[in-house]
């Protein structure tokens, strides 16, 4: 694996790669990896000559300066699994190299309705950073095919969003969300929980397949308060728990049996949070 930690060197290499016609497949990270991170690594393999992965914690998506701070970290270890599941190219800028002063985050993305729910709601702000990054990711290492997690479901569909307005021509494949055996859904924030908030926080998961198992015969919304109040009474803080439409996150109140829906769930365990999803008819 070849380590960039500068666009310029990155750049040259990547157009060497694209004038000999070498697909190139794009997995963007915050880094601290997981086997999540690892299994879109091995879908960019399948599909592309070369496989590039960036680790960058990127400042300018952290509505809370204390998420950021404590945000973990890892890096040997980080290549040491890109190096043994063979990843051609790691990219690992500095913050200096992706914002080199002010006005290089000073730029307005139109998302939409798209943020405005949901985990935009609740972080204002987060995906007009999301989108500044990407943005210069995607321009700096102009990949065929970028790869991401359905995990993060609301994010994918504002990247969309994003390679639509650059106008690239550019194949997003969304990855399934992989969980340990407890279902709880791997992040890398699990890192921060206590040993007994982990086993806890499998329950975020269990709450959204009972749901999809009540929503054909019960009212969601009453379903949706009851488990609420469950979560909460065994010390989860819900921020959101919505079903809404599969293709533009439409937020509906009833279940609807021919229509193809998500349930997306927000909730803090101690300082830490979590979030996870579950497509219905998928
Ligand atoms: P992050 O490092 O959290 O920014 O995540 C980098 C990419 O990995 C994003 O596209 C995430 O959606 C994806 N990802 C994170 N967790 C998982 C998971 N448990 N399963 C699959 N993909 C994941």
Do not use: W
């Not at 989860?236 to 049996?257: G, M, Q, W």
């Not at 829906?261 to 927000?266: G, K, P, T, V």
């Amino acid at each position: 694996m070849i380590i960039f930690k500068q666009v310029k060197d990155l750049t040259k290499y990547l157009q060497k790669q694209q004038a000999a016609k070498n697909s190139i497949g794009f997995v963007p990270t915050m880094g601290a990896l997981h086997e999540g991170h690892l299994s879109l690594l091995k879908e960019c393999k399948k599909m592309s000559k070369i496989t590039v992965c960036s680790i960058f914690v990127n400042p300018t998506q952290f509505n809370n300066t204390e998420d950021l701070d404590k945000y973990p970290k890892s890096v040997s270890n980080d290549i040491l699994l890109l190096e043994q599941n063979e990843c051609n190219v790691l990219f690992l800028p500095d913050e200096k190299e992706i914002y080199p002063d002010e006005r290089s985050k000073q730029k307005h993305f139109d998302l939409g309705y798209l943020e405005t729910i949901l985990e935009g709601e609740f972080r204002p702000g987060h995906f007009q950073g999301v989108s500044l990054v990407v943005e210069k990711l995607l321009k700096i290492v102009n990949p065929d095919f970028l790869f991401l997690g359905q995990k993060d479901f609301q994010q994918c569909l504002i990247i969309k969003r994003l390679v639509g307005l650059m106008n690239r021509n550019i194949k997003i494949i969304i990855c399934p969300i992989l969980r340990e055996e407890s279902g709880l859904a791997m992040s890398s924030r699990n890192l921060r929980l206590s040993f007994s908030d982990r086993k806890l926080a499998s329950e975020l998961f269990l709450t959204l397949v009972s749901i999809k198992n009540k929503l054909k015969s019960e009212d969601f919304l009453k379903v949706k308060d009851q488990a609420i109040q469950d979560l909460e009474t065994k010390g989860f803080k819900v921020e959101y728990l919505e079903l809404a439409k599969k293709n533009n996150l439409e937020i509906v109140s009833h279940f609807n049996p021919r229509e193809k829906l998500i349930i997306l769930i927000a909730a803090f365990l101690g300082d830490v949070r979590l979030i996870d999803n579950l497509l219905i008819n998928p």
